[in-house]
């Protein structure tokens, strides 16, 4: 048939093709063109399609018309590499064809649906007998099950089958990988081993399937508090490690292992039951070492973790610690000791009636006495604590022996007992207090829990329902720190607040600055108009409780009403005054057998000299402050 004069562009060249097909054995090229059990196309040196197969069109999941005339780019899949990048040229004797004519080989495609599939492409230049070349048939052998065989292969080879995490085979490219980006950023390869502890004993007791299904649980939460950029592996039976990229200092890394040990607060659920769990933790960063020394050193770690039988102890590899890391790490060691060996005391200090000075009950403040280094405030041990998760433990004992000591005390008075957020939102605190009433013999009036203002607004439903629990018991809460948070109001309407502390940071100014004078008369407004008990923190003169005095304040607190102190003996009480107890004293061991009710300290018309009470030079700390944050020296 002779060619059509004037036809153009693409119209053209698949008139050209037709022409092929019904020339001289254009019959025969026709059938097996078409009946190919494999995808074809005819298409012009430009990439355009000129005519598809119907093996192409079903590969594709698009018609022979939606194809023809469209460049074979439409089939490329959109997260590779654009072809032309490639560089790729056409073999010698070829003629200049387009860029993904010439990609043979396995290729990713995509399918109209969006689908993804494999394929192996080749292509074959049509010439006309004089060697012009005329159209390329392009073939597609789709290999989309093999390739997905193959990945699945691969995948079951790298990857816990129990977990779906990474596995100990993964670990390596991933830590190669790691400490060779670590080296171009100049920063550190950080390594959290983790092994949970007793997990042979959820097996004996529960079975093997609760405690795989335990594992999982664990890797999913594993998982889902893990950074972008870190990977979490599973090692085997109990073991797992998290791989940090980009760590800066062993801050940075301890914050990390907070984290994922954080997944542990919640109870985990297996055959109807609750189990809590706890982890050991080994710790190890690293820049310039291969991936083995990393893993050397961390496994070092997890194992002086566990070396005693001791549980959820964090331990970081000695080589990466400073003198001043050392030190902070020893001070953990004992302190996961003192509350065995009897450590630790508590300070009291008197809350009075503003008026006339009546003793009205008292804060109890922690100190610990250290065996080698003296008596310690929080200030010296909080890092400690919080880096061992020991402040519910601490927050345990605080509860405990105030409620025995106040239970030695008048009948009318009160003991105040400082909670911090993550040990009020925890499971069983409301039973804890309980238990501690219940063994003192404590009336639960007599008992106030002080709650920083953070926590009252921010506090989850678990607080809130151990709250309302305590508090339908009879024991009162009390909002510590008043007006130094971003919403007093809220706090005071989200739970059943029965008294306000004014932080000590206005009482110092109340005198001489008539904006914080302004505020402080707000504050006891607003507690007076809303019915609770409001209560000065850190008076330290008699210019200040005067002032408070004349504003309304009834209640107060600080040294100019007696600093903190352990109970007296009865030896030291004479007629409800307690004689002064020399410094060496105070900072020695609790003195035994405490009165029938503690006495209230000599009363200070100015503050003592620091070289008279050394012990609080540091200043006085609040037993929760522990737990939320350091009370300011002068309380």
């Known amino acids: 048939m002779p060619r059509s004069p004037g036809t153009p562009g693409a119209a053209g060249q698949r008139l050209r093709a037709i022409d092929t097909l019904l020339a001289d054995r254009g019959q025969l090229f026709q059938a097996l063109f078409m009946a190919a059990p494999i995808a074809k196309a005819m298409v012009d040196l ?28 439409l089939l490329a899949h959109p997260d590779d590499p654009p072809v032309g990048d490639l560089g790729l040229v056409p073999a010698p004797g070829e003629p200049p064809l387009d860029p993904n004519l010439l990609l043979d080989g396995e290729r990713r495609l995509r399918r109209s649906d969006g689908t993804e599939l494999w394929v192996v492409q080749s292509h074959e230049v049509v010439r006309q007998n004089d060697g012009t070349p005329r159209f390329v048939v392009l073939s597609l052998v789709d290999v989309t099950d093999r390739r997905r065989a193959e990945e699945d292969a691969v995948r079951r080879a790298f990857m816990d089958p129990l977990t779906g995490l990474p596995n100990r085979r993964a670990l390596t490219d991933r830590l190669r990988h790691a400490v060779a980006l670590s080296r171009r950023r100049g920063l550190q390869v950080g390594l959290v081993h983790l092994n949970i502890d007793r997990f042979q004993a959820v ?79 080994g710790l190890t960063l690293g820049v310039d070492m291969t991936p083995d020394d990393l893993l ?87 890092d400690a604590a919080e880096n061992n998760r020991l402040t519910s433990k601490l927050g345990a004992w605080v509860l405990r022996r105030a409620c025995l000591d106040a239970a030695t005390w008048a009948d009318d008075l009160r003991v105040h007992v400082n909670v911090s957020a993550r040990h009020l939102a925890e ?22 829990l002080e709650i920083t203002e953070s926590t009252a607004l921010f506090a989850a439903e678990a607080t809130l329902h151990a709250v309302a629990v305590v508090t339908d018991a009879g024991v009162t809460l009390a909002l ?3 007006g130094t948070g971003y919403s007093a109001i809220t706090a005071l309407h989200r739970l059943p607040i029965h008294t306000v502390k004014i932080d000590r940071s ?38 200040q409780a005067a002032w408070l005095l004349d504003h309304g304040c009834a209640m107060a607190q600080g040294y100019a009403f ?17 004689t002064d107890i020399p410094a060496e004293d105070v900072a020695g061991e ?46």
């Not at 999913?220 to 592996?233: K, M, P």
């Not at 109340?510 to 108009?529: I, K």
């Not at 007296?568 to 009480?573: C, L, N």
């Open 46 to 73: 430009d990439g355009h399609v000129l005519v598809a197969n119907p093996r192409m069109c079903a590969l594709t999941g698009r018609t022979a018309e939606s194809l023809a005339g469209r460049h074979v780019d």
């Open 203 to 281: 097996n004996d007791a529960l079975g093997h399937e609760a405690g795989d299904l335990l594992l999982s649980q664990f890797a999913d939460r594993l998982r889902w508090s893990t950074r972008v950029e870190d990977t979490a592996v599973r090692l085997g039976a109990d073991e797992f490690l998290v791989v940090a990229e980009d760590v800066e200092d062993l801050d940075g890394l301890r914050a990390l292992a907070d984290r994922l040990l954080s997944v542990l607060d919640e109870p985990f659920v297996v055959a109807d039951r609750e189990i809590t769990l706890s982890a050991s933790v």
């Open 296 to 382: 050397r050193q961390a496994q070092s770690a997890l194992t002086k973790a566990k070396a005693d039988g001791s549980r959820a102890r964090v331990e970081v590899y000695e080589g990466a610690l400073t003198h001043s890391d050392v030190d902070a790490l020893q001070l953990e060691t004992d302190l996961r000791h003192a509350l065995d060996h009897d450590e630790l005391r508590l300070f009291y200090q008197p809350i009075v009636h503003l008026a006339d000075e009546t003793l009205l009950g008292y804060e109890a403040l922690i100190r610990w006495q250290h065996p080698t280094r003296g008596l310690l405030p929080p200030g010296a041990f909080l």
């Open 427 to 448: 499971d069983g605190f409301s039973e804890l207090v309980a238990a501690a009433l219940e063994e003192s013999g404590l009336p639960p009036h007599r008992l106030e």
């Open 480 to 482: 510590d720190d008043f």
């Open 506 to 543: 206005f009482v110092a100014d109340v005198v001489t600055e008539p904006s914080t004078a302004a505020l402080v008369h707000g504050l006891l407004q607003l507690g007076r108009g809303m019915g609770l008990q409001v209560i000065a923190e850190g008076i330290e003169d008699l210019d």
């Open 562 to 578: 007696g600093r903190p102190a352990p109970l007296p003996s009865p030896a030291e009480v004479f007629i409800g005054e307690v």
């Open 590 to 635: 609790l003195l035994p057998e405490p009165p029938a009710a503690p006495p209230a300290l000599p009363r200070q018309r100015t503050p003592s000299s620091p070289e008279a009470h050394d012990l609080t030079d540091t200043g006085p700390v609040a037993a929760g402050t522990l737990f939320d944050e350091l009370a300011d020296p002068e309380d």
